[in-house]
Protein backbone atom coordinates (compact mmCIF):
# COMPACT_ATOMS: atom_id res chain seq x y z
CA UNK A 1 0.00 0.00 0.00
CA UNK A 2 1.26 3.66 -1.01
CA UNK A 3 2.56 5.49 2.03
CA UNK A 4 1.62 9.15 2.33
CA UNK A 5 4.48 11.14 3.49
CA UNK A 6 5.53 15.36 3.96
CA UNK A 7 8.57 17.12 3.93
CA UNK A 8 9.35 20.33 6.62
CA UNK A 9 11.53 22.38 5.11
CA UNK A 10 11.98 21.04 1.71
CA UNK A 11 14.16 24.25 0.39
CA UNK A 12 17.81 22.99 2.22
CA UNK A 13 19.78 20.55 0.39
CA UNK A 14 18.71 17.54 2.50
CA UNK A 15 15.15 18.15 1.98
CA UNK A 16 15.43 18.86 -1.83
CA UNK A 17 17.48 15.62 -1.85
CA UNK A 18 14.61 14.15 0.12
CA UNK A 19 12.04 15.09 -2.78
CA UNK A 20 14.13 13.59 -5.37
CA UNK A 21 14.16 10.55 -3.92
CA UNK A 22 10.80 10.12 -3.00
CA UNK A 23 9.29 11.20 -6.03
CA UNK A 24 11.15 7.99 -7.55
CA UNK A 25 9.86 5.57 -4.70
CA UNK A 26 7.77 2.86 -5.85
CA UNK A 27 5.52 3.15 -2.61
CA UNK A 28 5.66 6.65 -1.93
CA UNK A 29 3.47 9.81 -2.63
CA UNK A 30 4.96 13.31 -1.57
CA UNK A 31 1.70 15.38 -0.62
CA UNK A 32 3.13 18.27 0.89
CA UNK A 33 6.31 20.29 1.63
CA UNK A 34 7.17 23.37 3.45
CA UNK A 35 9.72 26.06 3.19
CA UNK A 36 9.14 29.16 4.79
CA UNK A 37 11.79 31.45 2.70
CA UNK A 38 9.70 30.23 -0.08
CA UNK A 39 6.53 30.01 0.92
CA UNK A 40 3.65 30.86 -1.47
CA UNK A 41 5.82 29.60 -4.46
CA UNK A 42 6.01 26.27 -5.74
CA UNK A 43 8.57 23.67 -5.58
CA UNK A 44 9.69 24.10 -9.18
CA UNK A 45 10.21 27.58 -8.77
CA UNK A 46 13.21 26.90 -5.82
CA UNK A 47 13.99 24.08 -7.18
CA UNK A 48 13.68 24.02 -11.25
CA UNK A 49 15.36 20.16 -11.45
CA UNK A 50 12.35 19.42 -9.43
CA UNK A 51 10.03 20.11 -12.42
CA UNK A 52 7.95 17.12 -12.49
CA UNK A 53 7.19 17.45 -8.21
CA UNK A 54 4.72 20.27 -8.70
CA UNK A 55 3.88 21.11 -5.40
CA UNK A 56 2.64 24.37 -3.58
CA UNK A 57 5.74 25.04 -0.73
CA UNK A 58 3.52 26.73 2.26
CA UNK A 59 4.42 27.78 5.81
CA UNK A 60 2.68 24.64 7.25
CA UNK A 61 1.98 21.14 7.09
CA UNK A 62 -1.02 19.58 6.67
CA UNK A 63 -0.38 16.37 8.36
CA UNK A 64 -4.46 14.68 7.94
CA UNK A 65 -3.62 11.85 6.33
CA UNK A 66 0.25 11.00 6.63
CA UNK A 67 1.80 8.20 7.34
CA UNK A 68 5.28 10.26 7.90
CA UNK A 69 6.49 13.12 8.20
CA UNK A 70 10.26 13.68 7.16
CA UNK A 71 11.74 16.95 8.74
CA UNK A 72 15.28 18.55 7.16
CA UNK A 73 14.62 21.97 9.65
CA UNK A 74 17.80 22.75 11.52
CA UNK A 75 18.43 21.20 15.06
CA UNK A 76 16.14 22.95 17.92
CA UNK A 77 13.68 24.52 15.29
CA UNK A 78 13.19 20.23 14.53
CA UNK A 79 12.01 19.61 17.80
CA UNK A 80 10.02 22.42 18.17
CA UNK A 81 7.73 21.78 15.24
CA UNK A 82 7.79 18.47 16.04
CA UNK A 83 6.99 17.80 19.44
CA UNK A 84 2.99 18.56 18.54
CA UNK A 85 3.37 15.48 15.43
CA UNK A 86 5.39 13.17 18.13
CA UNK A 87 2.90 13.66 20.91
CA UNK A 88 -0.12 12.47 18.35
CA UNK A 89 1.50 9.62 16.97
CA UNK A 90 2.56 10.62 14.04
CA UNK A 91 5.93 8.40 12.53
CA UNK A 92 8.47 11.14 12.02
CA UNK A 93 12.00 10.84 10.70
CA UNK A 94 14.44 13.67 11.53
CA UNK A 95 17.80 14.84 10.01
CA UNK A 96 18.61 17.40 12.70
CA UNK A 97 20.51 16.54 15.56
CA UNK A 98 17.79 17.26 18.18
CA UNK A 99 17.23 13.36 19.24
CA UNK A 100 20.49 11.67 18.21
CA UNK A 101 22.40 12.33 21.57
CA UNK A 102 20.60 10.24 24.45
CA UNK A 103 22.17 12.33 27.07
CA UNK A 104 20.87 16.16 27.14
CA UNK A 105 24.01 17.88 28.45
CA UNK A 106 26.00 16.50 25.47
CA UNK A 107 23.58 18.03 23.33
CA UNK A 108 23.21 20.64 25.01
CA UNK A 109 26.77 21.58 25.30
CA UNK A 110 27.45 20.43 21.57
CA UNK A 111 24.58 22.67 19.77
CA UNK A 112 24.47 25.52 22.72
CA UNK A 113 21.05 25.59 22.92
CA UNK A 114 18.28 24.36 25.60
CA UNK A 115 16.64 21.01 24.65
CA UNK A 116 13.29 21.55 23.59
CA UNK A 117 12.38 18.54 24.17
CA UNK A 118 14.38 16.45 26.58
CA UNK A 119 11.70 14.25 27.56
CA UNK A 120 11.55 12.23 24.18
CA UNK A 121 15.65 11.37 23.88
CA UNK A 122 15.18 8.37 25.96
CA UNK A 123 12.30 7.40 23.18
CA UNK A 124 14.39 8.02 19.87
CA UNK A 125 16.37 5.85 17.93
CA UNK A 126 19.46 6.42 16.08
CA UNK A 127 18.64 5.78 12.58
CA UNK A 128 21.38 3.70 11.25
CA UNK A 129 20.38 0.65 10.49
CA UNK A 130 23.33 -1.34 10.36
CA UNK A 131 23.28 -1.19 13.83
CA UNK A 132 20.07 -0.71 15.03
CA UNK A 133 18.13 -2.25 12.53
CA UNK A 134 15.27 -4.00 14.64
CA UNK A 135 14.75 -1.15 16.84
CA UNK A 136 14.13 1.23 13.92
CA UNK A 137 11.30 -1.11 12.92
CA UNK A 138 9.37 -1.01 16.06
CA UNK A 139 9.77 3.11 16.65
CA UNK A 140 7.80 6.20 15.46
CA UNK A 141 10.86 8.65 16.43
CA UNK A 142 14.05 8.22 14.00
CA UNK A 143 16.96 10.52 14.28
CA UNK A 144 19.32 10.03 11.04
CA UNK A 145 22.89 10.03 11.89
CA UNK A 146 25.20 13.28 11.35
CA UNK A 147 27.25 12.78 8.05
CA UNK A 148 30.19 12.54 9.03
CA UNK A 149 29.44 10.19 11.93
CA UNK A 150 27.77 7.40 9.47
CA UNK A 151 31.49 7.61 7.82
CA UNK A 152 33.17 7.31 10.75
CA UNK A 153 31.12 4.90 12.64
CA UNK A 154 30.67 2.25 9.67
CA UNK A 155 34.40 2.37 9.42
CA UNK A 156 35.17 1.57 12.96
CA UNK A 157 32.11 -0.63 13.98
CA UNK A 158 33.25 -4.02 13.07
CA UNK A 159 36.54 -3.47 14.80
CA UNK A 160 34.96 -2.13 18.34
CA UNK A 161 32.28 -4.83 18.45
CA UNK A 162 35.16 -7.32 18.24
CA UNK A 163 37.23 -6.26 20.94
CA UNK A 164 40.39 -5.92 18.33
CA UNK A 165 41.38 -2.12 18.52
CA UNK A 166 41.96 0.17 21.83
CA UNK A 167 39.97 2.84 22.86
CA UNK A 168 41.90 5.97 21.33
CA UNK A 169 41.15 6.36 17.67
CA UNK A 170 41.60 9.10 14.78
CA UNK A 171 39.29 10.19 12.23
CA UNK A 172 40.04 12.87 9.50
CA UNK A 173 37.23 13.66 6.90
CA UNK A 174 37.36 15.64 3.93
CA UNK A 175 33.62 17.03 2.78
CA UNK A 176 31.76 18.65 0.01
CA UNK A 177 30.80 22.05 0.52
CA UNK A 178 26.93 20.97 0.63
CA UNK A 179 27.63 19.50 3.84
CA UNK A 180 27.54 23.45 5.22
CA UNK A 181 23.90 23.60 4.07
CA UNK A 182 22.53 26.36 2.05
CA UNK A 183 23.21 29.85 3.78
CA UNK A 184 25.78 31.91 2.96
CA UNK A 185 29.46 31.76 4.46
CA UNK A 186 33.01 32.93 4.59
CA UNK A 187 34.35 29.28 4.31
CA UNK A 188 31.90 28.25 1.60
CA UNK A 189 32.65 31.64 -0.41
CA UNK A 190 33.54 30.24 -3.72
CA UNK A 191 36.98 32.74 -3.75
CA UNK A 192 37.96 31.36 0.11
CA UNK A 193 36.87 27.18 -1.35
CA UNK A 194 37.87 26.93 -4.12
CA UNK A 195 41.81 25.13 -4.73
CA UNK A 196 41.70 25.37 -0.90
CA UNK A 197 41.62 22.56 1.80
CA UNK A 198 40.88 23.66 6.08
CA UNK A 199 40.51 22.05 8.71
CA UNK A 200 37.48 23.16 11.11
CA UNK A 201 36.04 22.08 14.47
CA UNK A 202 39.48 21.15 15.76
CA UNK A 203 38.03 22.40 19.27
CA UNK A 204 35.32 20.13 19.00
CA UNK A 205 32.85 19.23 16.29
CA UNK A 206 29.11 18.05 16.80
CA UNK A 207 29.29 15.07 15.40
CA UNK A 208 31.65 13.33 17.67
CA UNK A 209 29.46 13.08 20.86
CA UNK A 210 27.70 10.40 18.28
CA UNK A 211 30.65 8.45 17.10
CA UNK A 212 31.18 7.98 21.03
CA UNK A 213 27.88 7.16 21.77
CA UNK A 214 27.45 4.44 19.02
CA UNK A 215 30.70 2.93 19.39
CA UNK A 216 30.59 3.13 23.18
CA UNK A 217 27.70 1.14 22.92
CA UNK A 218 30.01 -1.63 20.70
CA UNK A 219 33.35 -1.17 22.67
CA UNK A 220 34.87 -2.93 25.91
CA UNK A 221 35.61 -0.33 28.55
CA UNK A 222 37.24 2.05 28.20
CA UNK A 223 34.71 3.88 26.02
CA UNK A 224 36.44 5.08 22.47
CA UNK A 225 38.50 8.78 22.74
CA UNK A 226 38.24 9.67 19.49
CA UNK A 227 40.35 12.59 17.69
CA UNK A 228 37.80 13.84 15.25
CA UNK A 229 39.46 16.32 12.38
CA UNK A 230 37.00 16.97 9.65
CA UNK A 231 38.10 19.26 6.21
CA UNK A 232 36.57 21.26 3.79
CA UNK A 233 37.79 20.45 0.24
CA UNK A 234 36.37 22.15 -3.06
CA UNK A 235 33.10 19.74 -4.38
CA UNK A 236 29.99 19.37 -4.19
CA UNK A 237 29.11 16.04 -2.73
CA UNK A 238 30.51 13.54 -0.71
CA UNK A 239 32.40 12.61 2.57
CA UNK A 240 35.87 10.90 2.36
CA UNK A 241 36.86 9.62 6.01
CA UNK A 242 40.40 7.78 6.78
CA UNK A 243 40.30 6.37 10.06
CA UNK A 244 43.32 5.11 12.32
CA UNK A 245 43.93 3.10 15.62
CA UNK A 246 46.26 0.52 16.94
CA UNK A 247 45.58 -3.12 17.47
CA UNK A 248 44.90 -4.28 21.07
CA UNK A 249 48.06 -6.03 22.54
CA UNK A 250 48.23 -9.48 21.26
CA UNK A 251 45.57 -9.22 18.18
CA UNK A 252 47.18 -10.63 14.91
CA UNK A 253 45.02 -9.92 12.21
CA UNK A 254 46.21 -9.43 7.84
CA UNK A 255 44.78 -7.69 5.38
CA UNK A 256 42.34 -10.47 4.11
CA UNK A 257 41.79 -11.43 7.78
CA UNK A 258 39.96 -7.53 8.31
CA UNK A 259 38.66 -7.35 4.98
CA UNK A 260 36.52 -10.99 5.95
CA UNK A 261 36.11 -9.49 9.27
CA UNK A 262 34.31 -6.87 7.61
CA UNK A 263 32.50 -8.75 5.17
CA UNK A 264 30.65 -11.08 8.00
CA UNK A 265 29.69 -7.63 9.85
CA UNK A 266 27.80 -6.28 7.22
CA UNK A 267 26.60 -9.27 5.58
CA UNK A 268 23.01 -8.39 5.97
CA UNK A 269 23.81 -4.42 4.92
CA UNK A 270 22.96 -3.68 1.69
CA UNK A 271 24.16 -0.56 1.55
CA UNK A 272 27.55 -0.91 2.52
CA UNK A 273 30.00 -2.32 0.48
CA UNK A 274 33.45 -3.52 1.43
CA UNK A 275 35.51 -2.73 -1.38
CA UNK A 276 38.95 -4.51 -2.18
CA UNK A 277 40.24 -1.18 -3.60
CA UNK A 278 40.25 2.23 -1.85
CA UNK A 279 37.13 4.37 -2.19
CA UNK A 280 36.53 7.59 -3.89
CA UNK A 281 33.53 10.15 -3.36
CA UNK A 282 33.20 9.84 -6.89
CA UNK A 283 31.89 6.25 -6.52
CA UNK A 284 28.97 7.11 -4.32
CA UNK A 285 27.83 10.33 -5.48
CA UNK A 286 23.73 10.58 -5.59
CA UNK A 287 23.72 6.68 -4.02
CA UNK A 288 22.79 5.54 -0.80
CA UNK A 289 25.92 3.37 -0.24
CA UNK A 290 28.77 3.41 1.76
CA UNK A 291 32.14 2.20 0.57
CA UNK A 292 34.58 1.15 3.73
CA UNK A 293 38.03 -0.36 2.84
CA UNK A 294 39.63 -2.24 5.48
CA UNK A 295 43.62 -2.65 5.43
CA UNK A 296 46.49 -3.31 7.39
CA UNK A 297 49.69 -0.75 7.32
CA UNK A 298 52.51 -3.46 6.22
CA UNK A 299 55.22 -1.31 8.20
CA UNK A 300 53.56 -0.10 11.92
CA UNK A 301 50.90 -2.84 11.97
CA UNK A 302 48.36 0.21 12.35
CA UNK A 303 44.70 -0.76 10.91
CA UNK A 304 43.43 2.46 8.82
CA UNK A 305 40.20 2.15 7.38
CA UNK A 306 38.54 4.57 4.77
CA UNK A 307 35.57 5.15 3.59
CA UNK A 308 33.15 7.26 1.35
CA UNK A 309 29.73 8.43 1.09
CA UNK A 310 27.33 11.28 -0.09
CA UNK A 311 26.76 13.44 2.73
CA UNK A 312 23.29 14.06 0.89
CA UNK A 313 22.63 10.37 0.92
CA UNK A 314 23.53 7.97 2.80
CA UNK A 315 24.61 11.06 4.86
CA UNK A 316 21.17 12.64 5.27
CA UNK A 317 17.99 11.62 2.53
CA UNK A 318 18.79 8.71 1.75
CA UNK A 319 19.57 7.50 4.87
CA UNK A 320 15.88 8.97 5.63
CA UNK A 321 14.26 6.99 3.30
CA UNK A 322 16.52 3.85 4.34
CA UNK A 323 15.11 4.15 8.03
CA UNK A 324 11.09 4.75 6.38
CA UNK A 325 11.54 1.53 4.36
CA UNK A 326 11.98 -0.01 7.82
CA UNK A 327 9.41 1.63 10.05
CA UNK A 328 6.77 0.28 7.59
CA UNK A 329 8.44 -2.82 6.53
CA UNK A 330 9.13 -1.93 2.63
CA UNK A 331 11.78 -3.77 1.21
CA UNK A 332 15.32 -1.46 2.42
CA UNK A 333 16.11 -0.77 -1.16
CA UNK A 334 13.29 0.37 -2.22
CA UNK A 335 14.07 3.42 -4.13
CA UNK A 336 17.45 3.43 -3.12
CA UNK A 337 19.25 1.50 -5.71
CA UNK A 338 20.86 4.01 -8.04
CA UNK A 339 24.67 3.32 -8.35
CA UNK A 340 27.04 6.32 -8.54
CA UNK A 341 27.28 9.32 -10.92
CA UNK A 342 30.89 8.75 -12.32
CA UNK A 343 32.80 10.37 -13.67
Given at each position: ?82 VPLIDAGVPVIDVSADFRLKRVEEYEAAYRVTHPAPHLLARA ?219
Amino acid sequence: MTKTAGILNVTGYAGAELARLLHGHPDVRLAGVTGRSAAGKRLPEVFPHLFAIDLPVTDTLDTAGLDVVFSALPHAAAAEQLVPLIDAGVPVIDVSADFRLKRVEEYEAAYRVTHPAPHLLARAVFGLPELHRDEIAASKLIAVPGCHSTGVILARAPLFARGLIGSRVIADTKTGLSGAGRALGLAVHFSEADENVAPYGLDGHRHRPEMTQELGLLAEAPAPEITFVPHYIPMTRGILSTCYAELRDGVVLDRDGVTRLYRDFYSDAPFVHVSDTPPATKHVAGTNYCLVHPTIHPETGQIIVASALDNLGKGAAGAMVQCMNIMFGLPETAGLQTLGLFP
